[in-house]
């Protein structure tokens, strides 16, 4: 059997925090819908039209406009597929990815023939918008941004967002991951008539649970979107994911609720941290970055051997020392830092 080198480790022995997960699932309302299911549509291939009213509906754009992706992660592969084509005269095509980011985009790029240009961070992880407009060229393909950033929780401002949009080249994409955008409440969708070279890409794997159900979008002009659906499989949007994603918007209790135990659980986090004397990023994700410092991995190592996982990020450029922590259901980060604790007690200096 092969095993994907990009899929993480299988932990389902204890606390993820590690995937900024919704680690309480999806709304009750999602799984009633799915079993009410009749079972001939099961052998059918699956039918979008009701799927994509409702969830453009909560987007606030018109169907057209949207593109209905096996999670975002399929969005994103098809996006660089489409888009990092070889130029004529040979030139690699070059995708901007400012970084420490999601190491997602790095390996679609590279699996797509483009060119990663790393944009370093800024010591305090603020958007490095010079930094990003230095590294334009005529060969700049992709510019992937992501707001609230994975892993340090920060925000794009959005006039860096004009801005880039503003400054990329002729037939560049301005993608903007807004996987996050729930938990930040804020998002650049209204503007998107206004910037026609930006695609917005939106998952429902986070703030309504559906990350095993494999349901995310793009949303932009149907032009910029044209060559890229024709880079996604047909039906690549499994029948219940249609069913999940209708049930799962429709509950807005469930969602408010998730998102008022996230913020406090990132208070928590923060509190801990100042306790404890370790550094800290202010997020607007569901997860919050921290600086264990020159004991992480022996920390993230004794956090696992309590069956509670977090993300051991500080081996990579620019985030020596930190971690990522998911930051969602208020008993979960209560658990996490009990744990915490105890580990500092007995892994003393
Ligand atoms: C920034 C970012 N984009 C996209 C994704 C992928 O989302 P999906 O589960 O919809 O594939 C993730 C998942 O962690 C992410 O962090």
Known sequence: MSVNPLRPAELFDGLRLHQNENTGGCSPRVLDAISRMARERVGFYPAYAEMERVGAAYLGVPTERVAFTNGLDEGIMALCVASLRSTPG??????????????????????????VVRVAPRPDYSFPLPAILAAMTPATRLVLLTNPNNPTGQLVPKEDIRTIARQAPAGA???????????????????????????????????????????????????RLAPVIRALPVFSVNVCATVALPAALADRAYLEDYLRQVDESKQLIYSACDR????????????????????????????????????????????????????????DTQALVTALDEVLCQVPR
Not at 90 to 109: M, N, Q, S
Not at 212 to 219: A, D, F, P, Q, T
Not at 292 to 312: C, N, S, T, W
């Open 90 to 115: 040979g030139v690699a095509p070059e995708v901007i990815i400012p970084e420490p980011t999601f190491e997602i985009y790095r390996l679609d790029t590279d699996v797509a023939g483009g060119k």
């Open 276 to 331: 404890l004397g370790f550094k800290y990023w202010k997020s607007g994700g569901n997860f919050v970055f921290v600086k264990l410092g020159d004991r992480a991995a022996e920390l993230v190592g004794a956090l696992a051997a309590r069956h509670i996982y977090v993300k051991d990020r500080s081996r990579e450029a620019d985030c020596a020392g930190c971690v990522r922590i998911s930051a969602g259901w208020v008993a």
């Open 173 to 223: 994409t301005v993608f903007l991951d807004e996987a996050y955008a729930d938990f930040a409440r804020e998002t650049f969708l209204a503007e998107l008539e206004s910037f026609p070279n930006v695609i917005i890409g939106r998952t429902f794997s986070k703030a309504f649970g559906l990350a095993g159900l494999r349901i995310g979008c793009l949303i932009g002009a149907p032009d």
